[in-house]
């Protein structure tokens, strides 16, 4: 998201234009403020909510526990990505705690994502296998599932942490959601990997899921028409909303790592500019 702004880059007599990143320093410390205050107050009660009730807790709230608690991670470091724009991307809390940043927003997104995945695993088997899972499955195994997602999230985000996210030789030191230019190529292969487990075997289980749900529901006779159509829209609603905040991002995140590879070797693309401001 931090890459240097962009300068004039001619080959075969093709500039690339300067794109002029002022407008993104108040405009995202405003909005990281707005989903803080609204993000914690509506994770907090939930999660209220949740240990209020702890005795009786099910095993789909589990995985709802555990969505709160990935929240409530990324949102305690939002004041300092706040402090960073508002100061026009300077970093000054250090190289770790850049790190720790946005590791914090990796564990968040993709424990959001497979915990959605383990909960379209669960309805599944509920709605498809209900007498053979009846009983076999307790609280305590989606514990022990929470604990296998979060290890294997914590897994795979590691890597990033190795990478360089700061520039601090400069007087203006940068946090970078990626990595610095000198990197972008390793980082690449690194996010294409990353995107692969992360999130498109998550996306392909859930769409197996809810398909086999929406095909058993379809053929249900003795189900109501109206709550069958209900249940439909459900799922429909269910994919559509993972689709649209899942898959632009990792489209256009790893589209503006290959604009940065292009940069470095003096290669123009009209789309880049683009790419970097939708990122």
Same mark, same amino acid.
């Given at each position: 998201?931090?890459?240097?702004?962009?300068?004039?880059?001619? +080959?075969?007599?093709?500039?690339?234009?300067?794109? !002029?990143?002022?407008?993104?320093? /108040?405009?995202? $410390?405003?909005?990281?403020?707005?989903?803080?205050?609204?993000?914690?107050?509506?994770?907090?009660? *939930?999660?209220?909510?949740?240990?209020?009730?702890?005795?009786?807790?099910?095993?789909?709230?589990?995985?709802?526990?555990?969505? *709160?608690?990935?929240?409530?991670?990324?949102?305690?470091?939002?004041?300092?990505?706040?402090?960073? !724009?508002?100061?026009?991307?300077?970093?000054?809390?250090?190289?770790?705690?850049?790190?720790?940043?946005?590791?914090?927003?990796? =564990?968040?997104?993709?424990? $959001?994502?497979?915990?959605?995945?383990?909960?379209?695993?669960?309805?599944?088997?509920?709605?498809?296998?209900?007498?053979?899972?009846?009983?076999?499955? #307790?609280?305590?195994?989606?514990?022990?599932?929470?604990? +296998?997602?979060? =290890?294997? %999230?914590?897994?795979?985000?590691?890597?990033?942490?190795?990478?360089?996210? #700061?520039?601090?030789?400069?007087?203006?030191?940068?946090?970078?959601?990626?990595? #610095?230019?000198?990197?972008?190529?390793?980082?690449?292969?690194?996010?294409?990997?990353?995107? =692969?487990?992360?999130?498109?075997?998550?996306?392909?289980? +859930?769409?197996?899921?809810? *398909?086999?749900?929406?095909?058993?529901?379809?053929?249900?006779?003795? #189900?109501?028409?109206?709550?069958?159509? /209900?249940?439909?829209?459900?799922?429909?609603?269910?994919?559509?909303?993972?689709?649209?905040?899942?898959?632009?991002?990792?489209?256009?995140? !790893?589209?503006?790592?290959?604009? /940065? %590879?292009?940069?470095?070797?003096?290669?123009?693309?009209?789309?880049?500019?683009?790419?970097?401001?939708?990122?």
């Amino acid at each position: 998201q931090n890459y240097v702004n962009k300068t004039h880059v001619t +080959m075969n007599n093709t500039s690339c234009p300067h794109v !002029n990143y002022v407008f993104k320093g /108040r405009f995202l $410390s405003s909005v990281y403020l707005l989903v803080f205050i609204i993000g914690l107050v509506a994770n907090g009660l *939930g999660l209220k909510s949740l240990l209020q009730n702890w005795m009786k807790l099910k095993i789909i709230n589990v995985f709802v526990l555990n969505l *709160g608690l990935a929240d409530i991670l990324y949102l305690l470091t939002l004041p300092f990505l706040v402090v960073y !724009n508002f100061k026009k991307s300077t970093w000054i809390f250090g190289d770790a705690f850049c790190k720790i940043t946005r590791f914090c927003f990796n =564990l968040n997104l993709y424990g $959001s994502i497979g915990f959605l995945t383990c909960i379209s695993v669960y309805r599944y088997l509920a709605i498809v296998h209900p007498v053979r899972v009846k009983g076999r499955i #307790t609280v305590t195994h989606s514990v022990a599932i929470s604990v +296998m997602v979060w =290890l294997l %999230v914590g897994v795979q985000s590691l890597p990033d942490m190795f990478y360089a996210k #700061t520039n601090e030789g400069n007087t203006s030191a940068k946090c970078y959601h990626t990595t #610095t230019g000198a990197y972008v190529e390793d980082y690449l292969k690194y996010s294409l990997g990353w995107t =692969l487990t992360g999130f498109c075997i998550p996306f392909l289980i +859930m769409l197996g899921c809810y *398909g086999h749900i929406a095909l058993v529901l379809w053929t249900m006779k003795r #189900t109501d028409k109206v709550q069958k159509q /209900r249940g439909l829209k459900l799922l429909f609603i269910l994919i559509l909303l993972f689709s649209v905040c899942y898959i632009p991002y990792h489209v256009v995140k !790893n589209l503006n790592l290959w604009s /940065r %590879v292009l940069d470095k070797q003096m290669i123009c693309r009209k789309w880049s500019n683009r790419v970097y401001i939708a990122h």
